[in-house]
C-alpha cells in the first residue's frame, strides 16, 4: 500500500500570509505513461464532505480561487495557499489515485493564527 | 445540479447488519467509478471500498474485506454497501464519491468528485 504523509498535522497562519502544506508519498505515483502524478488535494470544513481542490498534482479544479496551487515531483507535493482567508479554515487531505487501496494523508488542520 | 445522497445509516448493534445507498443525479453516474470513504468521528478519511463502471471490478480495504459488499444499479443510478458483521471500529460517517471516468475504450481521472454529504453509522449496543 502507498502511505501518504502530511506535515505539519497543524498549522496556524496569519490572515494574508501563506500557508504551505507537505505530502510525501513512500513511493512513486507518476505514471510514466502519461506523465501525469496521481495526486489530488481535498478542503474538509466541519459538518461538511470534503471538496476537490487539485488533481494532477497541479491543475485547480474549476471555481478553486487561484490563491490555491500544488506542485510536487514524483513522490514529494506542496498544497500552497497564497493569501490566507478567513474562510480557509479547514482540515487539508492530499491523497493519490495511483493504485488501491487509494490512501489519504492523515490532514492538515489550518487555522488562524 | 450534480448530486449523491447517501442513506440507509443508523444505529445497529455488533454484528449486525447495514445497507447504505447513494442515490446519484445530474451526474454521469454510469460511466464513473464510484467510491465509498468514511470518516470516524474526529478523524481523517479512508477509503473504503471500489467498484468499476460494471461492476466487475471491485476492491476493498483490509479492514472491511470480507464483511462488506459494493454494488451498483447503473440503471436505478444507484450505489450500494452491504455491510455485515458491523464493529464498533466501523462507526463512521460513510461518503460516496465518484471516481475514474470510462469511456468504452479507456478510462482518465481518477480523483474524487463528486462527494456525498454522508451518512452515519454508528455501531453500539
Known amino acids: 500500500d502507498i502511505v501518504m504523509t502530511q506535515s505539519p498535522d497543524s498549522l496556524a497562519v496569519s490572515l494574508g500570509e501563506r500557508a504551505t502544506i507537505n505530502c510525501k508519498s513512500s513511493?512513486?505515483?507518476?505514471?510514466?505513461?502519461?506523465?501525469?502524478?496521481?495526486l489530488s488535494w481535498y478542503q474538509q470544513k466541519p459538518g461538511q464532505p470534503p471538496k476537490l481542490l487539485i488533481y494532477?498534482?497541479?491543475t485547480r479544479e474549476s471555481g478553486v480561487p487561484e490563491r490555491f496551487s500544488g506542485s510536487g515531483s514524483e513522490t514529494d507535493f506542496t498544497l500552497t495557499i497564497s493569501s490566507l482567508q478567513a474562510e480557509d479554515v479547514a482540515v487539508y487531505y492530499c491523497q493519490q489515485y495511483y493504485s488501491s487501496p487509494y490512501t489519504f494523508g492523515q490532514g492538515t488542520k489550518l487555522e488562524i493564527k | 445540479e450534480v448530486q449523491l445522497v447517501e442513506s440507509g445509516g443508523g444505529l445497529v448493534q455488533p454484528g449486525g447488519s447495514l445497507r447504505l445507498s447513494c442515490a446519484a443525479s445530474g451526474f454521469a453516474f454510469s460511466t464513473h467509478w464510484m467510491h465509498w470513504v468514511r470518516q470516524a468521528p474526529g478523524k481523517g478519511l479512508v477509503w473504503v471500498s471500489h467498484i468499476n463502471i460494471d461492476g466487475m471490478n471491485t476492491d476493498y480495504a483490509d479492514s472491511v474485506k470480507g464483511r462488506f459488499t459494493i454494488s451498483r444499479d447503473n440503471a436505478k443510478n444507484t450505489l450500494y454497501l452491504q455491510m455485515n458483521s458491523l464493529r464498533a471500529e466501523d462507526t463512521a460517517i460513510y461518503y460516496c464519491?465518484?471516481?475514474?471516468?470510462?469511456?468504452?475504450?479507456?478510462?482518465?481521472?481518477?480523483?474524487?468528485?463528486?462527494w456525498g454529504q454522508g451518512t452515519l453509522v454508528t455501531v453500539s449496543s
Open positions: 513511493q512513486s505515483i507518476l505514471y510514466t505513461s502519461n506523465n501525469k502524478i496521481y
Open positions: 464519491a465518484g471516481g475514474f471516468y470510462c469511456t468504452t475504450t479507456t478510462c482518465s481521472g481518477g480523483w474524487f468528485d463528486p
Open positions: 494532477w498534482a497541479s
